[in-house]
């Protein structure tokens, strides 16, 4: 593969070249051109190298922020403080405290938000551009999701929220997590769009082939152990460990938690 080192000896050599070659350009015309459109082509591909780590190197912002707030940066063994306008990325971990929330941006109309006494790790995160994928996974506690610019499969855009029992694909929608790790149980809420929920396998092995995804009308038990269910808008499925997942409309008192009405408050202001 040609590196930019050896590219950049072009620029030196061609120069040399045409001038050492002037006498016979009149007889033969097709060197120059050759030699010309030769040093074209690999200077286009230095500004493609040059430009390609600007196009993909963006981090996600903390843009709202109630303390206290921490962030365990990869690689390192301390937490440390987090503050509105800090940038977070893949292998990050963020905890917040008592009374502690924080907002996280990955791109227009696209953040995330982590309630109190919460602890959720960054698995991966590219952000590109054109594109967003990224794993998130919840130790403890509750975390919202609101992707009000859904994302674009044919761009290879993808968004994974997991728990140590459930599994959930987002495309675009607005939607909370509640993980309890005392009983392993998972409460989710889907207040816009829809979401893929799958349990986490319980034991390594070789790969099973699972039936495809299908819409459950509330309220609906599902009495299998391997299962996948697509859950609308203003419905919330109940999991715990051991038991069928279950599907039901999401009440008044469920609209009515301060948790989700601040939410709501902050995703009018990205629409």
Known sequence: MTTIHEIMQTFVRVPHLIGRNAAHTRVHPPLTMFLVGHLGARLALVFFLISLPLAVARAAEVTYLVKPVEVLRAGERAWVPLNVGDEVVEGDAIRTGKGGRVEVTLAPKRVFRVSEITEVVLDSMVLREAA????????LGRFWTAILDPLRAARGESLVV??????????????????????????????????????????PGPPIEMPGPREIAPPQEVTRDEWTLLVGANQKLIYLPGREPILVPITDEDLDDEWVRFNDARDATLR
């Open 132 to 139: 967003l994928s990224a794993r998130f996974r919840i130790i």
């Open 162 to 203: 997991e728990t140590p029992t459930v599994t959930i694909g987002i495309k675009g929608t607005r939607f909370d997590v509640d993980f309890d790790p005392r009983t392993q149980g998972v409460q989710t809420l889907v207040l816009e769009g829809q979401v893929e929920a799958n349990p986490q396998p319980k034991r």
